[in-house]
């Protein structure tokens, strides 16, 4: 079988080929458990990390020579040779902001400005406005290097952390992620601290005007009138912060401080991602912690942890996924060993039943973390994405473990279920679906002040989310969650786009909303000639590719058509025959093209391969490469695609 495209079988696969694949598949997925029952994969973002990185080492003076030289590797690597700049993505356009930062990072480390790969890199940046049109992340991490002034940057004061909840500019109103970044960036704008920047490093020669003589910092993108009324308030308020009282500016340092400190997560880091943990280092420094206080000690460490070494390259992660990873994985393993043909059984059991007991201990039940703000009566229950991150929990991972477990089977899985299914039901929003990490964060108006330049300043409910937070409870069973499900369900036919799509919101994209969509609906009952099942079926099909599989690039969320992209990918091969297996199409010839295209695919050692990236962490703004999903997604396809074989009623009988 080829792994490159080469062969596409014209028949449907035989019997004895399809169980090789599930079995080199699971045994691929197998070998890939660690010890103590859990999975991870790499996760992987653009260049801006690694090269945030390589300049926070620069901000400190905690210069370790050897470990940047191979992070420049990686950005070498991943410069386009089409642009000359760094995309957000495999194959994707230009984007200002990363490449102002790979550059800066790149002469940080020692490179030539001179040299063939900085100066297209340079011409790049200046034919698209420079480092000045660049987004509000990048001028602040500029201006930390004294690159730009601080009026380069949006009025964010840290007076913000003194207002409470029902004030609109209120923390409290704002994501997760926000709330983690944006606090000791609170602290940082306020003390308003230069990098050590021992080399002296700095990137005049991107600016196509000096940056003392632009006086149009903000401008947008505005999304509607209301940016450009905030951008007046930015020019109202600007002059006015030096007339805050010392006593209130020492006030709201302390308040900042006082949110992050029990937020601190040990050495997984505040919030469990780069940017807050940057943030928190670079804080200490600011207000003169020394580096061998605990605190900063294990702020750092916390950083560390996100490096990904290479034999000759290294990169840094925004944040890792072991509890997603092993929820999914251990879903595509269950499945591969389930029905008449399933794959060492008992030893895969017995391998799952230690994957449960590791994420059991990995659940959230002591800490009321920041949902609690808008549910205070609900018990905690849920999982964190990453190893430690007990004050934010995601609704996601929480509905995908709850399934795992509950199909396990294990009675010591129960009481974990019962607390997740509890937390979930306390999570729904008003209109019905479920948010990431916070319930009714939809201040929409919060996503057009000028700090919010990506657009993502917010937690609102989503159809992937909540298709998940159905499967789950449908799963479950339990007949007083009906009128919860009724609810969500109508919240997801609102959603459904006109071509019958799904929005993605965490997965890429289009067809990634769909599957998950179509899950949900076939867990929770709903006909599969129900109309808005029938339109997104006929939707998949439309975007089959020639060659039986399916693909989406991230184009799709900047305006590119639903779920087409120029090749097809394992990942999202896997989610469309998994979409409409789960609408009861399992015998439908484009399930049957589908995988034969992923067993043609799958190389000797009973791997897939895909380099595009297959999630997003902010649309337009921030991507991710999820390097497990091109595994785990397309062993569970090719075992449901089997298992379903042997049913007498073709259905799938669990959310997932």
């Not at 690159?147 to 840290?158: L, Y």
């Amino acid at each position: 079988m080829a792994a490159d495209g080469s062969a596409h079988p014209k028949t449907p696969l035989s019997g004895e080929d399809l169980d090789r694949v599930v079995q080199n598949a699971h045994a691929a997925l197998g070998q890939r458990q660690q010890a103590d029952g859990h999975w991870v994969y790499e996760l992987e973002a653009d260049a801006s990390i690694p090269a945030e990185y390589i300049l926070l080492e620069h901000y400190l003076n905690r210069i370790d020579e050897a470990l940047e030289q191979k992070i420049a590797v990686y950005l070498r690597r991943t410069q386009s040779a089409e642009h000359g700049g760094w995309a957000l993505y495999h194959n994707g356009g230009f984007n200002l902001s990363s490449s102002v930062k790979a550059y800066f990072a790149l002469k940080a480390t020692g490179e030539d400005i001179n040299a063939p790969h900085m100066r297209r890199a340079r011409e790049a940046i200046l034919d698209h406005g420079g480092a000045e049109r660049t987004n509000v992340f990048t001028r602040i991490q500029l201006a930390l290097f004294g690159d730009v002034p601080w009026r380069a940057t949006p009025v964010m004061p840290v007076e913000l952390m003194l207002l409470p909840r029902k004030a609109f500019f209120s923390i409290w109103n704002m994501s997760y992620w926000s709330r983690a970044v944006i606090a000791p960036m609170l602290v940082l704008a306020a003390l308003r601290p230069i990098a050590i920047n021992p080399r002296q490093i700095h990137v005049r020669e991107l600016f196509v005007t000096p940056p003392e003589r632009v006086t149009d910092w903000i401008r947008g993108p505005y999304r509607s009138v209301w940016g450009r009324v905030f951008k007046g308030l930015d020019s109202v308020l600007r002059p006015t912060l030096g007339l805050i009282p010392s006593k209130t500016h020492e006030k709201a340092i302390k308040a900042a401080i006082d949110f992050i400190e029990p937020r601190l997560n040990g050495k997984d880091g505040l919030g469990a991602i780069y940017p807050a943990m940057a943030n928190v280092v670079m804080m200490y420094r600011a207000l003169g912690v020394p580096d061998s206080d605990p605190r900063a000690v294990t702020a750092w460490e916390a950083v560390q942890g996100l490096l990904v070494h290479k034999d000759d390259e290294v990169y840094c992660q925004p944040c890792v996924s072991p509890i997603w990873d092993t929820g999914l994985s251990g879903h595509a393993m269950l499945e591969a060993a389930s029905g008449p043909k399933g794959i060492a059984p008992e030893k895969t059991l017995t391998e799952l039943r230690k994957a449960s007991k590791w994420l059991r201990d990995k659940q959230i039940l002591d800490v009321k973390g920041d949902w609690a703000v808008n549910n205070p009566n609900v018990a905690p229950g849920g999982w964190a994405f990453q190893y430690g991150n007990d004050y934010y929990p995601d609704v996601d991972d929480t509905a995908v473990v709850g399934m795992l477990l509950h199909r396990e089977g294990d009675p010591a899985n129960a009481e974990s279920i019962e607390r997740a299914r509890q937390w979930i039901i306390g999570m729904q929003s008003r209109d019905g679906g479920w948010g990431a990490f916070d319930i009714d964060n939809s201040k929409e108006l919060l996503n057009h002040i000028p700090f919010s330049d990506h657009g993502a300043l917010l937690d609102p409910p989503t159809a992937d989310v909540t298709a998940r937070c159905i499967s789950f409870l449908a799963q479950l069973g339990h007949g007083e969650d009906r009128p919860v499900m009724e609810r969500a369900l109508t919240y997801l036919r609102k959603e459904q786009e006109e071509d019958g799509s799904w929005f993605g919101r965490w997965g890429t994209n289009y067809i990634y909303g769909t599957w998950s969509a179509l899950c949900a609906f076939n867990a929770a009952g709903v006909s599969h000639d129900d109309p808005a099942v029938v339109k997104a079926v006929e939707w998949l099909r439309s975007v089959q590719r020639p060659d039986g599989g399916w693909g989406e690039g991230c184009e799709s969320y900047e305006g590119g058509s639903h779920g087409t992209y120029g090749e097809s990918l394992p990942s999202q091969t896997a989610w469309a025959v998994l979409g409409l297996m789960a609408a009861g199409r399992r015998d439908d010839p484009a399930v049957t093209r589908g995988i034969s295209w992923l067993a043609a695919q799958q190389d000797e050692n009973g791997e897939w391969h895909e380099d595009p990236y297959n999630a997003v962490g902010f649309p337009k703004v921030f991507y991710l490469r999820y390097h497990g999903y091109k595994q785990f997604f397309p062993l569970m396809a090719v075992a449901r695609y089997r298992n379903l074989e042997s049913s007498n009623t073709r259905r799938v009988a669990f959310g997932f």
